[in-house]
């Protein structure tokens, strides 16, 4: 004979979360990366819509490569270039890219300033300033030669474009503070 309450049916999910069927890393872990690109959509509209208009020299500033340097200079090369790429093909149909070039020097420059920290410098905010100072300057001198080669900018703008890079430096601490404080330090790390 059959007891009256052996059989008792799972019960149903009652939160967002629990319907996802996610661990609680799991979850921990989507939340961090779309904290990240939420970031990097304000760091786009301020960049888009604010500071555009800024003009120092005929230079402004470039939040989003900064911002994605920067994520992937806390998550480290195997997890920041998958992330890189991905934020860099976003970029370019955000439509405020210099063309579909960046997406081959986001990733690159990225990918080597993260391999350059993580292989001579220790992980601290002096590290992140310095390797995100040296990619944005590499690649806005990127940017610049690819300009200059297909006839989009003269030689005589070279100095426009490094204003650009240091420009863009001057909110850095306070987008790495903004990120770092997303990351988390070593409790995302899995």
């Known amino acids: 004979m059959a007891r009256k309450n052996e059989f008792k049916?799972?019960?149903?999910?009652?939160?967002?979360?629990?319907?996802?069927l996610l661990t609680r890393l799991q979850r921990r872990a989507?939340?961090?990366?779309c904290l990240y690109s939420l970031v990097?959509?304000?760091?786009?509209?301020?960049q888009d819509v604010l500071l555009c208009r800024v003009q120092i020299f005929g230079a402004t500033t470039e939040l989003v490569?900064?911002?994605?340097?920067l994520v992937c200079l806390l998550e480290g090369a195997d997890r920041g270039c998958i992330f890189v790429l991905?934020?860099?093909?976003?970029y370019l149909f955000s439509g405020s890219a210099a063309g579909i070039y960046v997406i081959l020097f986001m990733t690159a420059v990225a990918i080597g300033a993260t391999w350059v920290r993580q292989r001579y410098l220790q992980s601290g905010f002096g590290a992140a300033m310095v390797c995100t100072?040296?990619?944005m300057v590499v690649y806005e001198l990127a940017v610049f030669i690819i300009g200059a080669f297909l006839g989009l900018t003269t030689l005589g703008r070279v100095g426009s474009f490094l204003l650009t890079a240091l420009l863009t430096m001057i909110p850095a601490?306070?987008?790495?503070?903004?990120?770092?404080?997303?990351?988390?330090g070593d409790i995302w790390k899995e």
Request: with cysteine.
């Open 65 to 69: 490569p900064c911002g994605v340097f």
């Open 86 to 90: 991905v934020a860099s093909l976003l």
């Open 30 to 33: 989507l939340l961090k990366w």
């Open 173 to 184: 601490p306070a987008i790495y503070l903004v990120l770092r404080a997303i990351g988390g």
């Open 9 to 20: 049916p799972d019960k149903p999910y009652s939160g967002f979360w629990e319907k996802l």
């Open 133 to 135: 100072a040296a990619a």
């Open 40 to 46: 990097l959509v304000v760091l786009s509209v301020l």
